[in-house]
């Protein structure tokens, strides 16, 4: 079966440093997905982990360990703006190209 | 490049009626997804064309969803007769290779009443 879970909410201070986890389980994997999703809007693409070891892009970084099912995605230098819900998707092996998604974190950050 | 198109925004509809979901993807990207989210769930997978053929229809939750895309380009996802459990958002999802990360629409909020 497919299980992906990361904490349903966070908050932190603009400015801090916030790091999301993400664990899962899956049969087979062929890559994990970040993605950011504003209330009412699509879920836009952060970044993609296919490989052990940390992705750096700007203000966002994500790490894989496929030994421990574990990803964490980073965000440095928190921005109001960032106040957002996001999710962690799996894509398994035996799935082609499908997405098996977290419920998703909701991030809050305030003054 | 516009991006996934998806209408309309927000439909309210009574039990047993029939509602058709649109979705217009990137110009060019011949894979075409559609998930949706229940309220308190997470997003699942309903299905997966390839141009205008269904390559995985697994996540389809029963009979009364149906699913197309004539000629390849955009796509309809009919459900007749809606049930109050279809309520939800609809997203449609987009890539050039079935490798390649998505692009999403919006979404479609659904709701049976």
């Known amino acids: 079966g497919q299980n992906i879970d990361q904490p349903t909410e966070m908050t932190a201070t603009e400015g801090a440093i916030v790091q999301i986890n993400c664990t899962y389980q899956?049969?087979?994997?062929?890559?994990l997905f970040w993605y950011q999703q504003h209330a009412g809007e699509a879920p836009t693409f952060l970044s993609y982990?296919?490989?052990?070891g940390l992705e750096e892009k700007g203000r966002f970084s994500s790490f894989l360990s496929r030994s421990k099912g574990y990803s964490y995605l980073l965000l440095k230098e928190l921005q109001m703006k960032d106040s957002a819900s996001y999710l962690c998707?799996?894509?398994?092996?035996?799935?082609?190209?499908?997405?098996?998604f977290g419920k998703g974190t909701m991030l809050l950050v305030s003054p | 490049e516009a991006g996934v198109t998806q209408f309309p925004s927000h439909s309210v509809i009574e039990k047993g009626q029939t509602v058709t979901l649109r979705c217009d993807p990137i110009?060019?990207?011949?894979?075409l997804y559609w998930y949706r989210r229940v309220m308190g769930k997470e997003i699942k997978f309903l299905l997966h064309?390839?141009?205008?053929?269904?390559?995985?229809e697994s996540g389809m939750p029963n009979n009364r969803f149906l699913a197309e895309r004539t000629g390849g380009t955009y796509s309809t996802l009919k459900v007749q007769p809606a049930e109050l459990e279809d309520s939800g958002v609809y997203f449609c999802?987009?890539?050039?290779?079935?490798?390649?990360?998505?692009?999403f629409g919006s979404g479609t909020r659904l709701t049976v009443v």
């Open positions: 999802a987009s890539s050039q290779k079935s490798n390649y990360g998505y692009t």
């Open positions: 899956t049969s087979g994997f062929n890559g």
């Open positions: 982990n296919v490989l052990d």
């Open positions: 998707a799996v894509r398994g092996a035996s799935g082609y190209s499908t997405l098996t």
């Open positions: 110009s060019g990207h011949d894979n």
């Open positions: 064309f390839v141009k205008e053929s269904k390559q995985d």
